[in-house]
T-cell receptor, first 111, second 114 residues
């Protein structure tokens, strides 16, 4: 079983602060996705990274895939209350459509 | 499009009762999944299906059953409810034409077993 370790599990910060969430594994993934989940809803895809060393930006969010494709990070610049939610990473190997999910990082941004 | 629709949104069961969680998608996706989500534990795969008539176990299948008679529907059955099955259940789907597509999730069913 492939495992994805996410850290930290909880983050409580003030509006305007920066933060980084990490997703690590001992396994190699062919693709890694980040989802955000708001209370009472299902997760929604933020980004997919597929190339080792790849960096993708989505407004104030920056996603990085490690060179060895075993880890990823999500950096949020100048966090806003609207960023509050549960952030989940999910990895898939080879041609699999059965992703493995991390335990999630619960983020609260206080105004 | 409605996407992935789950019913009911909430349910309370007594120990030993059975029930079916409904999931339907209108995107003609071939893969469908059932996950359970417990606080701090992420998403655990219960069962999945790669197409009509084909199902397979995930990580935590005990106490559950599924069927996939059509592309659209993927119901999850709880055979005899136990307190350990108190959780939020999510159905998801994907079209397997690309490894990089997003899973589409429903909004979940919150189940309490007392």
């Amino acid at each position: 079983t492939q495992l994805l370790e996410q850290s930290p599990q909880f983050l409580s910060i003030q509006e305007g602060e920066n933060l980084t969430v990490y997703c690590n594994s001992s396994s190699v993934f062919s693709s890694l996705q980040w989802y955000r989940q708001e209370p009472g809803e299902g997760p929604v895809l933020l980004v997919t990274v597929v190339t080792g060393g790849e960096v993708k930006k989505l407004k104030r969010l920056t996603f990085q895939f490690g060179d060895a494709r075993k880890d990823s990070s999500l950096h949020i610049t100048a966090a806003q209350p609207g960023d509050t939610g549960l952030y989940l990473c999910a990895g898939a190997s080879g041609g699999s459509y059965i992703p493995t999910f991390g335990r999630g990082t619960s983020l609260i941004v206080h105004p | 499009n409605a996407g992935v629709t789950q019913t009911p949104k909430f349910r309370i069961l007594k120990i030993g009762q059975s029930m079916t969680l409904q999931c339907t998608q209108d995107m003609n996706h071939n893969y469908m999944y059932w996950y359970r989500q417990d606080p701090g534990m992420g998403l655990k795969l219960i069962y999945y299906s790669v197409g009509a008539g084909i199902t397979d176990k995930g990580e935590v299948p005990n106490g559950y059953n599924v069927s996939r008679s059509t592309t659209e529907d993927f119901p999850l059955r709880l055979l005899s409810a136990a307190p350990s099955q108190t959780s939020v259940y999510f159905c998801a789907s994907i079209l397997s034409d690309s490894a990089f597509r997003a899973l589409h999730f429903g909004n979940g069913t919150r189940l309490t077993v007392t």
